[in-house]
């Protein structure tokens, strides 16, 4: 009745922007994102009968409104697939992350999927990570692919047969170095989500992406590096461009998240490195390059006066030992 599950967030590669149906969180179009590790996230649940109701406390604090909604409709779907007697049950839940959050860096996706795979297991559900996977969806699209890790593609459907994350191999998984600049900026995706198609130019990227999703899978398996993650970069550009032309008019970044973007461009063209950037709804950036050059592109993140955190890739959402249980 009781287990604890970890995962790694996502860096958004070809990322989703709006929601065809906010209840179930299915997304317009695919969507394809790298994890990042060792940043997690350690999730415990318990089905608890001395509980008087579900308890959700994320970094020591009780949600509560939307963010505890959110939570309770990933309890509500194990709850339904459950045939044990306990997932009835109040659930305690507690949630720490290891990284900040609310800056861009991917934290619901890694906290819905350490739920989703913490609950199943509590709840005796045999499943799949790709099953498990739709799960976590129900919090985070992004947390669908959080669940699978690697690097992994959320398939847009009407339901859950169709709408779940698969892992794709490559030979990139190695050699991935990520550098994340971190802009402290408090940022709202879900408002992003819920306006994308009010842009002008939300058909506009319809109409590309599915391009891009096609460019990047085959470049994930010929383990074509500047392939990804140009593309990547260019994506970061698009999803910006529709976000900043929705009714709020959202701008996330600040000025050291473009001081970090010229940066890039600079050790790029001036010193032949392989390094692109990216960012998902928020300041922060993440910087991709390869092991082989990641010392010299962390001093130029770092020379933009912020700081730094080196990841590599991140794998699946695991169930951890008893003994790594938060209470």
Same mark, same amino acid.
């Given at each position: 009745?009781?287990?604890?599950?970890?995962?790694?967030?996502?860096?958004?590669?070809?990322?989703?922007?709006?929601?065809?149906?906010?209840?179930? =969180? *299915? /997304?317009?179009?695919?969507?394809?994102?790298?994890?990042?590790?060792?940043?997690?996230?350690?999730? %415990?649940?318990?089905?608890?009968?001395?509980?008087?109701?579900?308890?959700?406390?994320?970094?020591?604090?009780? *949600?509560?409104?939307?963010?505890?909604?959110?939570?309770? @409709?990933?309890?509500?779907?194990? =709850?339904?697939?459950?045939?044990?007697?306990?997932?009835?049950?109040?659930?305690? +839940?507690?949630?720490?992350?290891?990284?900040?959050?609310?800056?861009?860096?991917?934290?619901?996706?890694?906290?819905?999927?350490?739920?989703?795979?913490?609950?199943?297991?509590?709840?005796?559900?045999?499943?799949?990570?790709?099953?498990?996977? #739709? &799960?976590?969806?129900?919090?985070?699209?992004?947390?669908?692919?959080?669940?699978?890790?690697?690097?992994?593609?959320?398939?847009?459907? *009407?339901?859950?047969?169709?709408? =779940?994350?698969?892992?794709?191999?490559?030979?990139?998984?190695?050699?991935?170095? &990520?550098?994340?600049?971190?802009?402290?900026?408090?940022?709202? %995706?879900?408002?992003?989500?819920?306006?994308?198609?009010?842009?002008?130019?939300?058909?506009?990227? *319809?109409?590309? &992406?599915?391009?891009?999703?096609?460019?990047?899978?085959?470049?994930?398996?010929?383990?074509?590096?500047?392939?990804?993650?140009?593309?990547?970069?260019?994506?970061?550009?698009?999803?910006?461009?529709? %976000?900043?032309?929705?009714?709020?008019?959202?701008?996330?970044?600040?000025?050291?998240?473009?001081?970090?973007?010229?940066?890039?461009?600079? +050790?790029?063209?001036?010193?032949?490195?392989?390094?692109?950037?990216?960012?998902?709804?928020?300041?922060?950036?993440?910087? @991709? #390059?390869?092991?082989?050059?990641?010392?010299?592109?962390?001093?130029?993140?770092?020379?933009?006066?912020?700081?730094?955190?080196?990841?590599?890739?991140?794998? /699946?959402?695991?169930?951890? /030992?008893?003994?790594?249980?938060?209470?």
């Amino acid at each position: 009745m009781k287990a604890t599950a970890t995962a790694h967030p996502i860096q958004g590669l070809v990322k989703y922007h709006g929601m065809r149906d906010e209840q179930l =969180r *299915l /997304p317009y179009h695919d969507s394809i994102s790298v994890c990042t590790a060792p940043s997690h996230t350690t999730t %415990t649940v318990e089905f608890d009968p001395d509980l008087d109701s579900d308890t959700f406390v994320v970094g020591g604090e009780q *949600l509560d409104a939307h963010e505890a909604d959110r939570v309770a @409709n990933v309890v509500a779907r194990v =709850r339904d697939l459950a045939d044990a007697d306990h997932a009835e049950y109040p659930v305690r +839940l507690e949630s720490e992350n290891s990284f900040p959050s609310n800056v861009g860096l991917g934290s619901s996706s890694s906290g819905f999927a350490a739920a989703a795979m913490a609950l199943s297991e509590a709840a005796d559900l045999d499943l799949t990570r790709p099953e498990i996977s #739709t &799960i976590a969806r129900r919090g985070s699209s992004s947390a669908a692919r959080a669940v699978t890790g690697g690097f992994s593609d959320l398939h847009a459907g *009407l339901d859950d047969e169709d709408c =779940r994350s698969e892992r794709l191999d490559s030979p990139l998984e190695d050699d991935l170095r &990520i550098v994340a600049g971190l802009v402290p900026a408090y940022k709202e %995706t879900e408002h992003a989500h819920r306006e994308a198609a009010d842009s002008h130019m939300f058909e506009a990227r *319809l109409a590309h &992406i599915h391009d891009q999703l096609a460019e990047v899978r085959n470049a994930l398996r010929e383990g074509d590096f500047r392939r990804v993650f140009e593309t990547a970069e260019h994506d970061s550009l698009s999803l910006a461009a529709t %976000t900043m032309t929705g009714p709020a008019g959202w701008v996330y970044w600040k000025p050291d998240t473009i001081e970090i973007f010229d940066a890039v461009r600079d +050790l790029r063209e001036a010193e032949d490195v392989p390094v692109y950037f990216s960012t998902d709804t928020g300041a922060s950036v993440y910087v @991709n #390059t390869t092991a082989e050059h990641v010392d010299r592109v962390e001093e130029v993140v770092a020379d933009c006066g912020v700081e730094t955190m080196v990841w590599e890739v991140g794998g /699946p959402a695991e169930v951890r /030992p008893e003994s790594d249980a938060l209470f």
